[in-house]
């Protein structure tokens, strides 16, 4: 039977950081940071260029070591686990810029990213699967070179997916995108939460937020600088001042 989550116990995150850091030199990107992402959530970073966001997804990821803290994911410390031992634990990244194998199509772009975590007899269902859920299946076997710039974005999220991740990592999922696209991404990305996949993101158009963030995080110097829903976000006249813009 799964443990009742208790309110404010540690085992009631899925992701936390607790009093993080990375400096570079005399430079405190992130400074002391303390986050939780629970199980379920749907959790947007904000903040300034230069807050520190793409820094915490890194430490997230071990590409870089905190100067200071702990990371913990379901209740283990995970600070010294190399990058791999991450992703089998649970956790993937979706950068922002698409890491996508431009001369091959879109089916074995998949096969790259799956191989490693099935047998061969159950790949293909799998890329198939991951396709149809992301709405490009009818694209398998298209170059992904001739795709447009949401498409390989899409791609990208589904190669993410291809380790059957309990927490995705996604920055800037929207970057780029018009309208229409933008409204899918939304939509694909509620649609993985309610299959059971926490999501924290980074994003800078409140706009998106606001379609699917139920928690945000304020960051700011480097430091955690407000949290709560979207709603309380934008009636923090600090953030207003030093985010969302003076009205």
């Known amino acids: 039977m799964k443990k009742k989550l208790v309110e404010k116990d540690h085992s009631s995150a899925l992701l936390e950081l607790r009093d993080v850091g990375k400096y570079f030199g005399g430079l405190k990107a992130v400074d002391h940071v303390n986050i939780s992402v629970n199980e379920g959530d749907l959790h947007c970073l904000i903040g300034p260029n230069g807050a520190g966001k793409s820094t915490i997804f890194k430490m997230v990821m071990g590409v870089y070591k905190p100067t200071m803290g702990s990371i913990y994911f379901k209740n283990k410390n995970i600070t010294n686990l190399k990058?791999?031992?991450r992703v089998r634990q649970g956790v993937s990244i979706k950068m922002q810029i698409p890491g996508v194998f431009g001369e091959l199509t879109v089916y074995e772009n998949m096969k790259i990213a799956a191989q490693r975590y099935y047998r061969h007899?159950?790949?293909?269902?799998?890329?198939?699967?991951?396709?149809?859920?992301?709405?490009?299946?009818?694209?398998?076997?298209?170059?992904?070179?001739n795709l447009s710039h949401g498409q390989q974005q899409w791609l990208e999220i589904g190669m993410s997916l291809a380790s059957d991740p309990e927490l995705l990592l996604l920055d800037e999922p929207a970057a780029g995108m018009g309208p229409e696209e933008t409204n899918f991404t939304a939509e694909l990305i509620r649609k993985l939460n309610q299959k059971g996949i926490t999501i924290l993101f980074i994003d800078h158009d409140m706009d998106f937020v606001k379609k699917i963030a139920r928690k945000v995080t304020v960051l700011h110097f480097g430091k955690t600088f407000a949290e709560g829903s979207v709603e309380e976000i934008e009636s923090n006249q600090d953030v207003v001042d030093i985010y969302l813009g003076k009205s």
């Open 83 to 85: 990058s791999w031992d």
């Open 121 to 145: 007899s159950e790949l293909k269902n799998k890329i198939l699967e991951i396709c149809d859920l992301l709405g490009i299946t009818h694209l398998r076997d298209e170059i992904v070179n």
